[in-house]
């Protein structure tokens, strides 16, 4: 059955900026330390991750994820759902999974804060990928579950998002083949660029974040991406 949702939606972009900080335990590590040989890159990755952090946060929000109350005619969507699940490849989309410890061990944090706040997902997935001195940076997130409401899910998860990050322009764009719904949007974070997608199924919920990139620009990769991650048996 589902829970109760979400508060009517403000003007995305609306929002000023707050530090997450939600887990009361802010990932990463301080730049004043100066110990690390690259601090601005890795800066940057971590303030993307603490982005899908206060996501995460969103998603766990009045128990999580709605569960699909699911009845006698949605049979045939109930199988194609419950055979849904989300992967990390080794590489996405040309892109090799990033093995920076620190990023990893962020990641690592992430995933279980996905895993413990929406524990009706059956499996869930976090990975960076790319080049950190290319500032060529991919990060995703996603889960697969019985999702009551897909659409009121993901505007609720921008909601959210709004709240930790400014958010421009949010557009709907096509799911691809896989169905659903999927908007993207341009943002940045402690002036960071970030151009991200959003998908939402009856089985699946992901999101795409590109570091230093327009919401167009991860658009164009959101199909390729979203079917790397999102399979069904």
Not at 154 to 163: F, P, W
Request: net charge negative; glycine share 12%; aromatic share 4%.
């Amino acid at each position: 059955m589902s829970q109760p949702h979400h508060p009517p939606q403000p003007e995305y972009g609306s929002a000023t900026p707050q530090p997450s900080g939600a887990s009361g335990q802010p990932y990463g590590t301080d730049p004043a330390a100066g110990s690390s040989p690259s601090p601005q890159k890795k800066s940057g990755v971590g303030k993307v991750l603490l982005i899908v952090l206060a996501v995460v946060l969103v998603l766990g929000v009045g128990g999580g994820i709605a569960i699909w109350a699911m009845v006698k005619d949605d049979v045939g969507e109930v199988v194609e759902a419950t055979g849904t699940r989300v992967v990390a490849p080794e590489t996405l989309n040309g892109r090799p999974r990033i093995t920076d410890p620190d990023a990893v061990v962020m990641v690592e944090e992430i995933k279980a804060d996905l895993t413990k706040n929406v524990p009706q997902a059956t499996n869930t997935v976090v990975g960076v990928y790319g080049d950190l001195a290319k500032d060529d940076v991919i990060l995703v997130a996603g889960l697969a579950a019985l999702i009551d409401e897909p659409e009121e899910e993901l505007d609720a998860t921008l909601r959210g998002l709004s709240a930790d990050f400014e958010v421009g322009v949010v557009f709907t764009v096509a799911p691809g083949p896989l169905g659903g719904i999927a908007k993207c949007g341009d943002g940045s974070a402690e002036d960071v660029e970030l151009g991200f997608c959003m998908w939402a199924d009856r089985g699946s919920f992901g999101m795409i974040i590109g570091y230093s990139k327009t919401g167009k620009e991860v658009e164009r990769e959101f199909a390729a991406i979203r079917a790397a991650i999102e399979q069904r048996d």
